[in-house]
Every structure is written in C-alpha cells, then in structure tokens.
C-alpha cells in the first residue's frame, strides 16, 4: 500500500512546510457562531486529534478543510490550495481530502466493493479493471476481504466503516479527516476501526481525526488539539497535554472523561 | 404465562390488528354487496322480464364485447396518461429541489397549479380547447378526443408525480449528499446514481396508488363524449330501449369491471409499502 503513503516528514516540520494550514477560521449558522478563530497546522504525515466537548465546532471545522462546509473568514491552505479562494477547484481539493463520517453514509444499494468503485469509476474515469484490483487490495488492507459482495445493510457498524475507510482511500487522497467516526459504534467494534486508522497513520498518511477515544488519541496523534466554544483552547503533544494540562478547562474535561 | 404476555403486549398492536381486521371485513362486505345487488338485480329483472323483451343475461351476454372494449379504451387511456404524467412529473420533481430559483419557482409553480386544479376542469380544457389536429407545413397530424384525454389526465399525474418524486428525494438522508459531495460527485451525478435509485422503492406505493386513481377517472372522459366504458354503457342502455331495469345490471357490471382490475393493484400497493417498511 506504499502508494497510499506519502514518505514520513522529519518530525521537527517547521509550520512552513505545513501540508494543511488553518489561519483564523471562523463560521456561524445564522446568529451562532460556531467557530470563533481557530488556526492550527499538520505536516505532511503527521496525525493529529482534536477532542473537545460537543458542540465545540470540531465537526464543522474539518467540514471546512474539504470545503463541504464554506467558511465565514480566514484561510485554510492544503497543499497550497486556498480553500477560501473565489476560484477553489473543488474537485481538485477533494481529491486531495478523503473524509469519513460518524454514521459511515454508505450508499446502500451498492455493494461494498461497488462503493469503493464508484467514484473513481464515475467521477475520475479511472480504468475500471484498474479500479476493481485497487478496491480489492483496499478490503484487504481493512481487513474485510470476502465481504466485498456484501450490500451496506449486510454488515456492522465497524464493516461499514472500514468500508467507508476504504472508499475514501480508493480516491488516493493525501490527508484524511475523520470525524468521530467510532461515536456510534460498541465497544467491540470500535476497535477494529481504531486499529485501521492507527495502521494509516503509521504508514505516513496524514490524518486530522475528530474523536473522544482518550487512549487513541495519547497512542497515536503526533499533537493533540482541545477545542470550546469555537476556540482552541489548549494544544501540544500527547505526553504533555494528558500529563501537564495548563489550562482549567482541559484539566476539567480531561477529568471527566479519564 | 400467556395471559401475562397479553397482558404487557403493546395495546398499539392489537389495536392497529383490530383494525385491519375490520378493514378486511368491510372491504369484504363492500365486494359481496356489490356481487349481490349484481345478481339480484340481473336475477330480478330475468323473472320479472316483460314479454317481447331479451332477458337481463342476454342482453349483457350480446352487449359484453363491446363493453369489455370499451374498458380496454379506459386502461390505455389511463396507462398513457400515467406514462407521459410520469416522463413529465419526474424532471418537474428534481427541478423543484434544485437550488437555481431560476429553475425551482416556476417548477414549484406548474406542480401546485395542476396539483390543486380539480381534474374535471383540466379535461374540458384539454379536450375542447385542444386543436383536433396539427398542421406542420402540408402535414397535417391529427389529434383525435381520446389523446386530448390523455393530455388532460395526464397533466394532473404530473403534477402529483412530481411531489412524489420531491418527497422521496428529500426523504434520503443528507449524509447520502455529503459523502457524494466529499467524493467529488457533482449534484447531477449524485442525483442520478446515488439519490435517484433509492427513491425507486418509496415512490413505487404511492405511484401505483395515483396510477388506481387515474383509471378510476378516465371514466370522466364520458363526460366530454371520448369513446370509453362509460360512454358505451350509455349507448347501450340507450339501444336497449331505456329500459329502467336494465340501469343497475349494466352499471354494476362497469363497477366490477373497475373493482376487479384496481383492487389486485391497491392489495400489490399495501404488500409493498408493508414489504419496505421493514427493510428500512
């Protein structure tokens, strides 16, 4: 799968070399601000977690970085593409952004392979032969292999999430965001999802992962992120952030949920 | 221990159980009535059949045919009307949720005109102000009552299809559009290969469910004199001499007629509709 992995950056990246760049995004739905100036940086390979609790605007921020979501203000850099741009190539963003949801969205009437398949097939016409070898080699490495025929209501919630893992890879991205994708799932199934991102990681792709999993987020971010009410209240590297919180309302919430 | 269980059963239950078993028996009472006033009337009018007159069974027996090819007119008037409300009411339906006001007004506009227009009017307008026949340079292509009708069904169909189309749409979950959107689907494709084939099962019900009420009122056609069941029932009570009795045999047979073809499709309806409930 090395042509999935992007080679591992040194990990003293200077912001410069930043591969996505948040500077002072803001957003609101009508009156409520959502998000209230919030900037951060990921260098090619790196992994970060944003926790916080709900309603902080975790979601809508990396909704932002592949534009499914317009911000009000600021400026969001992946790869160098501005996604605040007036002439944001969309496609070509998305290209570059895989994403995958809590409530995973498969399209039920299509088969998990024929998940993983469309969007290549469809929308980048990709050679479909090409496409069906590449989206086999995806359910092995999600380890789902004999499942492809499966149709989404056929599987758990952990299964369709992978798939939908694999089918946001078949696009070869070059970061992805997760966003909370184990909160509706049980403990048990959690984990193979967990594992998959963990093994993603490691192979250098660059991952942005919303989540409330304290212990993959000590495991496996590079930095961890604490947002509230639209703010990043406090961030540094998992032995830091979990051992010498400075901030009161990382060390209230951490707390809670330890 | 089965006394118990009734007991905690959700009173839910048994009561919508109630009434679909009441609901079977009235719709069974409404069938057996209808046979009943069929064969005692037929029966009645045969004993009681004034000399020098044909008999209600033969009567109906000679005039069958003609009957029985008038329906026919009926089904392919209403079949054609639901194939061209269809092929029009699906784009007006994905039109009216397009996010170009442009292109969503005026769609919302025609759906809600035609929708609350009551039908009757549409086929007078169709069929007496509607050419009798087109003229396209020297070819001339006529366009003859029955089509006229078919026109005037078929722009309420559309109407109604159309907010089917819409509904269903709207019905499927928005996550559906988003992870379409985040693998570079553009809105048209996401409508035409993710959205639209969803749809399919939740608007098939309620689309045979308006297909049954279009053939019911192709019977309005007679009003305006196309040539269908109830026009030829007419004719042929009239050829029979007017006779009084001979009223409710030749209409009931209509009846049954209508009965026995729309109800296998409001049963195949509620099957289905039961049959997807589940499944989601």
């Known amino acids: 799968m090395t042509e999935l992995a992007p080679s591992r950056p040194e990990p003293s990246a200077a912001p410069s070399r930043a591969f996505v760049s948040l500077r002072d995004v803001h957003k609101s739905f009508g009156h409520v601000q959502v998000i209230n100036g919030m900037s951060l940086d990921v260098a090619r390979g790196q992994t970060i977690c944003i926790i916080g609790p709900s309603g902080s605007g975790k979601s809508t921020l990396i909704r932002c970085i592949n534009a499914l979501v317009p911000m009000n203000s600021g400026s969001i850099t992946v790869d160098g593409i501005e996604v605040n741009g007036p002439k944001l190539d969309k496609l070509a963003l998305r290209r570059k952004v895989g994403i995958v949801f809590q409530q995973y969205n498969l399209f039920p009437h299509k088969t998990a392979l024929q998940n993983i398949m ?29 499942k492809e025929a499966s149709y989404p209501g056929e599987l758990s919630g952990g299964q369709q999430q992978r798939v939908a893992i694999a089918r946001a890879l078949a696009m070869r991205p070059e970061v992805m965001l997760f966003d909370e994708v184990t909160a509706a799932l049980d403990p048990e199934t959690k984990k193979e999802v967990l594992f998959t991102i963990q093994e993603l990681a490691k192979d250098g792709m660059t991952c942005i992962v919303v989540t409330h999993e304290m212990g993959f987020a000590r495991e496996v971010a590079d930095h961890i992120y604490f947002t509230e009410g639209g703010l990043i209240v406090e961030h540094g590297p998992p032995a830091e952030f979990f051992g010498h919180a400075k901030d009161p309302r990382t060390r209230e919430f951490l707390s809670q949920v330890l | ?72 007119f009926n089904l392919i008037i209403s079949a054609l009307s639901m194939a061209v409300g269809t ?143 109830l026009t030829i029932t007419t004719q042929v009570h009239a050829a029979e001499g007017s006779r009084p009795e001979l009223l409710a045999p030749l209409y009931s047979f209509s009846l049954i007629c209508f009965f026995l073809y729309s109800y296998p499709i409001s049963k195949w309806t509620e099957y289905l509709e039961r049959k997807y409930q589940v499944k989601e």
Not at chain 2, 135 to 158: H, Q
């Open chain 1, 118 to 146: 469309m969007a290549p097939v469809t929308v980048l016409k990709q050679d479909k032969a090409e496409v069906e070898a590449r989206a086999h080699a995806l359910m092995k490495k999600v380890r789902l292999s004999g």
């Open chain 2, 87 to 229: 092929a029009a009411g699906l784009p007006l339906g994905i039109f009216q949720l397009s996010p170009n006001p442009l292109v969503s007004r005026p769609a919302k506009l025609v759906t809600q005109f035609f929708r609350n227009a009551p039908w009757l009017v549409l086929l007078f307008i169709c069929v007496l102000l509607l050419p009798f026949e087109f003229r396209i340079g020297t070819l001339r292509i006529p366009f003859p009552d029955w089509a006229k009708a078919v026109i005037g069904f078929a722009l309420p169909a559309m109407a109604n299809v159309a907010e089917i189309v819409r509904g269903a749409v709207q019905s499927v979950p928005s996550g559906q559009w988003e992870s379409a959107e985040s693998l570079c689907f553009s809105r048209r494709q996401t409508m035409m290969q993710i959205i639209l084939p969803q749809c399919i099962k939740r608007m098939l019900p309620p689309w045979m469910n308006l297909y049954s009420l279009i053939t019911m009122s192709s019977v309005n056609a007679s009003v305006v004199g196309v040539t269908e069941m």
């Open chain 2, 1 to 72: 221990m089965l006394r118990l269980r009734d007991a905690f059963s959700l009173p839910l239950v048994s009561a919508s159980e109630g009434a679909l078993r009441s609901w079977r028996r009235t719709e069974r009472t409404g069938l057996a009535l209808l046979l009943v006033v069929f064969v005692c009337s037929t029966a009645y009018s045969a004993t009681t059949a004034v000399s020098g007159h044909d008999s209600i069974p033969t009567v109906l027996w000679r005039w069958a045919p003609l009957l029985l090819w008038g329906f026919l």
